[in-house]
Structures are given as C-alpha cells and as structure tokens.
C-alpha cells in the first residue's frame, strides 16, 4: 500500500528536493484525498526555492478565489497577493490573471465593507 501524501513529501522534503520534483508531487497529490496539506508544503518548498509555477501554486491556496481543495491551510487574500506578485516577477505569464482575479474579488468584497478586502486594494494601488 502506497504511503499516505504527507509521509511522501515528508519524504521528498528530507532530501534535496528538487522545485520541479517537488512542483510535479503537489500537482498530483492536491486533489487526492488528504493530500491538499502535502501539496502545499511541497509547492511552497519549491516557491521558496524561486520556481515562479510553484509561486502560482501558493498563492492559489491562500486565493479566496481558488476553489480547489486546500486541506487545512486558511485563504489569505494578502498572502495570495503576495505569492502572485512574486510570480509575476519571475515570470509567470498566468499571474496576471490571478492578480486580475483577485482584484475582482477585493473590489466586490470591500464594496461589502471586508477590511480584509480594502487591506489588499491598498496592496494593488502600491
């Protein structure tokens, strides 16, 4: 019986662990049954290693926007916002996208009086 998707990237995070390896893990592990939690460690691994899919990849756990399953990791408006700025100067070309995403969000959010939404219109108006 194959081991359980955090002992496996428990695993993998104990070596080296390469970004794309470990990019390539998370990938398939989100949509596994329990599997969300491992998923983001390995993917914020890799984002913090530079790899900018990785960075997409964090971001959409924390996006209030992502409807993916996120194990028990809590959406973060601004923490999104940080990892897709951070993947649009690395240069990925979906970030964009996400941050446009994002902004629709803020902006209907803030219009309902979420402070939390007003927090990270500042953040785009920087």
């Known amino acids: 019986t194959p081991e359980p998707p955090m002992a496996q990237a428990r695993k993998h995070l104990s070596g ?7 990019l390539d893990m998370a ?3 989100r949509t596994q049954e329990g599997g969300a939690d491992a998923a983001f460690l390995l993917a914020e691994d890799a ?30 408006a601004l923490e999104a916002f940080a990892w897709y700025t951070k993947a649009k100067a690395a240069g990925a070309a979906e970030a964009e996208a996400r941050l446009n995403s ?3 969000w803020a ?9 939390k939404a ?9």
Do not use: C, H
Not at 118 to 126: P, Q, R, S, T, Y
């Open 107 to 115: 902006e209907a959010e803030a219009a309902k009086g979420s402070e």
């Open 47 to 76: 984002a913090q290693k530079g790899n900018a899919t990785a960075m997409i990849l964090t971001a959409d756990f924390y996006s209030p926007t992502d409807t993916a399953p996120a194990g028990s990791i809590q959406k973060d």
């Open 102 to 104: 994002l902004r629709t």
């Open 27 to 29: 990938s398939g592990f």
């Open 16 to 22: 080296p662990a390469d970004p794309v390896a470990s």
């Open 118 to 126: 007003k927090a990270v219109l500042a953040k785009f108006a920087e």
